[in-house]
């Protein structure tokens, strides 16, 4: 029997973490809390003089008890946010002990709970291999609640990878495809050699508010090779014959630096959030700095 995504015990700390969960971007849509009629918000606004024809579940009666004059409460409407979480599904993330995808998607089940406990909307979008004749991503149905929590979570669950994926190319078809701005969370381990940065600002320029949390293995950071091998990337197949000295080990070493530095740079400049993690993290840890806003 698979394990689940969420156990009932992390789910009791995702209920604290959810008051603290912010989205700075908003759809324009009614939030899950607000009623058909006008003033069903949770916060208040103000008192008007009552009119005939008003919901009388609206009057405020201990004003009235103190004035005599009937008056009805005005709730400020509130607007819910979509949060698309963007899941990486290249044969990379299949790498390590526990492999990538298995702490990507839990992360990915954590953000979606936060967001569908909260009232909010959430769509789950896998960029998979990449083909000429069909779209960068597979989009569920949007969820919004907690009624939608279990059908996310069965989505999640049912990811597999394979091959190589565009994730810069999938990135600018969520935004032709969202024309609602909302919270972009882009899981992946952002080993892509496209050109991801370009995508990301044309989501902040589109007024999505974004969070970039990059899964890696211990041994991508600390790699423990040596002598003369033969490498085979998991994603195209092809070999690589390299000789892993000290030289070489450093060379790797600049480069994922360089990666993470320039995932951090857009983080700072544009105002987004960025986790960088590792798959021997507790996921509570993880989940308390995206919900920080953290630049790691």
């Known amino acids: 029997m698979t394990a689940p995504l969420l156990t009932p015990e992390f789910l009791t700390e995702l209920e604290i973490l959810k008051r603290r969960l912010e989205i700075q971007a908003r759809s324009g849509g009614a939030g899950e809390r607000v009623a058909k009629v006008r003033g069903g918000s949770a916060e208040f606004h103000e008192h008007r003089p009552y009119e005939p024809g008003d919901d009388p579940r609206r009057i405020d009666w201990l004003a009235y008890a103190r004035t005599g004059q009937p008056v009805t409460k005005l709730f400020r409407a509130e607007e819910d946010a979509v949060v698309r979480l963007v899941l990486d599904a290249s044969a990379s993330l299949d790498f390590g002990k526990p492999p990538k995808l298995d702490v990507a998607q839990k992360v990915a089940a954590a953000i979606g709970y936060l967001s569908l406990a909260s009232g909010q909307r959430a769509e789950l979008w896998t960029a998979h291999v990449t083909a000429p004749d069909r779209a960068p991503y597979e989009r569920s149905r949007p969820r919004r609640g907690r009624s939608g929590i279990t059908a996310l979570l069965r989505e999640l669950s049912r990811v597999s990878v394979g091959g190589t994926t565009d994730l810069g190319r999938a990135l600018r078809a969520v935004v032709e495809a969202a024309p609602r701005p909302g919270l972009v969370v882009v899981v992946s381990d952002f080993l892509d050699a496209g050109p991801v940065t370009s995508a990301l600002t044309l989501c902040r320029a589109s007024g999505h508010d974004l969070a970039l949390v990059q899964i890696l293995d211990p041994s991508e950071l600390d790699p423990d090779l ?8 998991a994603e195209t197949g092809q070999t690589l014959e390299v000789t ?13 630096a360089g990666l993470a530095e320039e995932l951090r740079s857009f983080a700072r400049r544009t105002g987004a959030t960025y986790v960088r993690a590792t798959t021997d993290e507790t996921l509570l840890a993880i989940v308390r700095r995206f919900v920080s806003r953290s630049v790691d």
Do not use: N, Q, T
Not at 226 to 233: K, N, R, Y
């Open 226 to 233: 040596e002598g003369d091998l033969s490498l085979v990337d």
């Open 244 to 256: 892993a000295d000290p030289a070489a080990i450093e060379a790797y070493l600049l480069r994922i």
